[in-house]
Every structure is written in structure tokens, then in C-alpha cells.
T-cell receptor, first 113, second 114 residues
Framework: SQQGEEDPQALSIQEGENATMNCSYKTSINNLQWYRQNSGRGLVHLILIRSNEREKHSGRLRVTLDTSKKSSSLLITASRAADTASYFC?????????????FGKGTMLLVSP | DAGITQSPRHKVTETGTPVTLRCHQTENHRYMYWYRQDPGHGLRLIHY???????DKGEVSDGYSVSRSKTEDFLLTLESATSSQTSVYFC?????????????FGPGTRLTVT
């Protein structure tokens, strides 16, 4: 079963606006990661937040993590057309001593010029 | 794509035939993973490897087997392909697991089983 679930499934905004995507999960985690996938390509890692962190920034990206609510959000500020992609959250949990990632179904972001 | 190649990139095969997909890395990372991506399901883990000859099952391992005889190569085999295995397959690698390591993904293999 999927650990992470993104919301919304699709988001359409204009260039310059901010985009916020949310992720909810069900069980305890070691860390939560966000990935980006352009159409027809592999996933690219964006940012990782550990379970003991509440907020993290990377360029125009801001990620928050609320372990009490089992949720995370990804904020992209001042969006650009090039940000058009699918965004996935992935939760890391230990299985037999090895941590594997469980991905959500993703949010499709469309940024119009 | 972080020194990860997948072959073939596209394949069309018939139901019942065996298929092997190859993932090759030049990063010398210990951990390798195979995922499938389907509309409405996101990415799901098929198998992973935590070292040469060390592998384990993921969420959707039925109908798939893997082998890793060298650090750089991780093979995914469909012993007898079925139409339900039509999908895009991604290989990923990571330096380690645990609290601080991201995965790097290959470009994907689009497999169609007719």
C-alpha cells in the first residue's frame, strides 16, 4: 500500500505564483523526501527532511514536516514554466534493517507563462 | 542521470516470453532498486539489492526476479511476461540507506507486453 499520498493530484498556476503541494503518510518514518519528474524522464531528488526536522529550505523550495500530523508540504516560490513537472513525496522507513522508499502517486504541476 | 544507464530503453514483447532489463551504474553505490511506474499508482518497489548477491523483495515482487553478480549491474527478469507487467521500469541507486540518503534514478525502460 502507498505510504505517501499527495494533494492535490493536479495543480495549475501562472508563472510567478507560489505552488504548494501536500503529502500525508501513515506510519513512522526516518525521513521524507521530495522528487521531481519531468515528462518521460527519471525522478530527480529535490530535498530531504529528517524526522527530527520541522522545516528545510533549498533555493526556491521550502519543505515542512509535521510528524504529529504525519504530513509534509512542499512550497515552490515564484514558479517558472520550467517547474512544470510531477512532484512525488517519498517516505523512508526501515525494513529488515534497510531503509526503502515508498512513493506517493504524485502531484502534476502545470505552470503557464 | 548520475551515472546510471538502463537497457533497453524501449521493448515490446509477447505474453509468455522472458524479458531481462539491465541497470548499470558507474557510481560504485552499494544499494540498487527496481521500481515500476503505472498511471494511478506512482512508483512501486519491485526488488532491491544491498550488496553483491544480496537482494530482497519489495511491494510488488510477484512475477519478477533479480540478480546482482557485480556492484555495477542489477538485472530484473520477467520469467514469463504478462500484459499486467506493461509499465515503465526505473532503476535507482543510493550510497547508503538510513536517515540521510537520497536515491538517484535512471532514465527508465518502457516495456510493452502484447
Amino acid at each position: 500500500s502507498q505510504q505517501g499520498e499527495e494533494d492535490p493530484q493536479a495543480l495549475s498556476i501562472q508563472e510567478g505564483e507560489n505552488a504548494t503541494m501536500n503529502c500525508s503518510y501513515k506510519t513512522s518514518i526516518n525521513n521524507l523526501q521530495w522528487y521531481r519528474q519531468n515528462s518521460g524522464r527519471g525522478l530527480v531528488h529535490l530535498i530531504l527532511i529528517r524526522s527530527n526536522e520541522r522545516e528545510k529550505h533549498s533555493g526556491r523550495l521550502r519543505v515542512t514536516l509535521d510528524t504529529s500530523k504525519k504530513s509534509s508540504s512542499l512550497l515552490i516560490t515564484a514558479s517558472r514554466a520550467a517547474d512544470t513537472a510531477s512532484y512525488f513525496c517519498a517516505t523512508a522507513s526501515s525494513n529488515s534493517g534497510y531503509s526503502t522508499l515508498t512513493f506517493g502517486k504524485g502531484t502534476m504541476l502545470l505552470v503557464s507563462p | 542521470d548520475a551515472g546510471i544507464t538502463q537497457s533497453p530503453r524501449h521493448k515490446v514483447t509477447e505474453t509468455g516470453t522472458p524479458v531481462t532489463l539491465r541497470c548499470h551504474q558507474t557510481e560504485n553505490h552499494r544499494y540498487m532498486y527496481w521500481y515500476r511506474q503505472d498511471p494511478g499508482h506512482g512508483l512501486r518497489l519491485i526488488h532491491y539489492s544491498y550488496g553483491v548477491k544480496d537482494t530482497d523483495k519489495g511491494e510488488v515482487s510477484d512475477g519478477y526476479s533479480v540478480s546482482r553478480s557485480k556492484t555495477e549491474d542489477f538485472l530484473l527478469t520477467l520469467e514469463s511476461a504478462t500484459s499486467s507487467q506493461t509499465s515503465v521500469y526505473f532503476c535507482a541507486i543510493s550510497e547508503s540507506t538510513g536517515a540521510g540518503y537520497e536515491q538517484y534514478f535512471g532514465p527508465g525502460t518502457r516495456l510493452t507486453v502484447t
